[in-house]
């Protein structure tokens, strides 16, 4: 739902999706954070990067 939601340029509705994932205790796979951050980097919108490797550090995932 990330990567469609992203790759159509709803990169709010994209992190709000990756949010409630992580409240639930579900982490997203690095597939989908790849995704969303080719998204945001192709929309231009470093905030939601920058939002993403703060949640992948505060919460002990790893990007590679």
Do not use: R
Request: negative net charge; charged residues 15%.
């Amino acid at each position: 739902l990330v990567k469609m939601q992203a790759e159509a340029g709803s990169l709010s509705q994209a992190w709000t999706t990756i949010e409630d994932m992580v409240n639930a205790g579900s982490k997203p796979n690095e597939s989908t954070i790849h995704s969303f951050l080719s998204s945001c980097l192709q929309e231009s919108q470093a905030h939601y990067a920058k939002l993403v490797f703060e949640m992948a550090v505060a919460h002990g995932m790893s990007l590679s």
